[in-house]
């Protein structure tokens, strides 16, 4: 069962999977385990993946944090502090020293990248939990769209000082915004936002009404889990059960 792909402009593309990644081979356009450190991490059910530029894999699994060398050496093994604890959603590289990690926790973790691993992340305690992915947009603003918490955001990198803002429409009840699944800032910079009950929405920057509900752009009530925009500007948007 796929969990995800990571697709970094230039470099290696990997498939992460409940049994490990796989490489892909541009030769033979496909996803393959033959690859040093695939045996390393093939019993691993992975939820997240970077590769930095000491070519270490940073794992999210389903408790904890691995990193990797290219052999497949396991040199760091990262675990929850508190009594919160859950999958590894994300890793963000944030800046060319930085990586942010979400979890289902209430912790955000930040490393800096280097060629020595840190002992232990600073720890960043959000109100809120269950963070499906972080997005950093083009205006600086980090977007944290939860899995029964909302959608928040902070106008700063994250750290123990940061203003972490609730966001909801105006006129509409918390219950329908609490499962936000996928989140995109699109070419124009507005940010869509789906949801498990109320659909699709969209905050723009320019605009004085901020979110758009989804009866407003003709968008059915479906849940939303997935988004993808073409060259074009199209936007495509995956439901769960309905189609594309």
Same mark, same amino acid.
């Given at each position: ?61 389903l408790d904890k ?61 959000? @109100? ?8 950093? %947009?083009?205006? /600086?603003?980090?977007?944290?769209? =939860? &899995? $029964?918490? !909302? ?65 407003d752009i003709g968008? @059915? ?8 925009? %073409?060259?074009? /500007?199209?936007?495509?948007?995956? =439901? &769960? $059960?309905? !189609?594309?």
């Amino acid at each position: 069962e796929v969990r995800g792909f990571y697709l970094p402009k230039g470099k290696d593309a990997y498939a992460f999977t409940v049994s490990g990644i796989y490489q892909f081979n541009r030769k033979d356009t496909i996803f393959t385990h033959e690859f040093e450190a695939y045996e390393a991490m093939s019993e691993e059910h992975v939820r997240s993946l970077y590769v930095d530029e000491y070519e270490r894999f940073w794992v999210g699994t389903l408790d904890k944090l691995l990193v990797y060398d290219k052999h497949g050496t396991l040199l760091k093994k990262y675990e929850f502090t508190g009594k919160s604890r859950g999958f590894i959603t994300n890793i963000l590289r944030l800046d060319n020293n930085r990586l942010l990690v979400s979890s289902f926790s209430d912790e955000l973790w930040v490393f800096d990248v280097g060629p020595e691993l840190q002992v232990a992340p600073t720890i960043v305690r959000a @109100p809120f939990t269950n963070v499906m992915t972080v997005m950093k %947009d083009s205006h /600086g603003r980090f977007w944290f769209p =939860t &899995d $029964g918490c !909302g959608l928040w955001y902070s106008e700063e990198f994250p750290n123990a000082a940061s203003n972490f803002v609730s966001i909801l429409p105006y006129g509409v009840e918390s219950t329908e915004m609490k499962k936000i699944y996928s989140i995109l800032e699109d070419r124009n910079g507005d940010i869509w936002v789906g949801t498990q009950c109320a659909g699709l929405w969209r905050y723009c920057y320019d605009q004085m009404s901020g979110e758009l509900i989804s009866s407003d752009i003709g968008f @059915p009530p479906r849940v939303c889990s997935s988004f993808v925009e %073409d060259d074009d /500007g199209t936007l495509y948007v995956g =439901t &769960d $059960g309905d !189609g594309v």
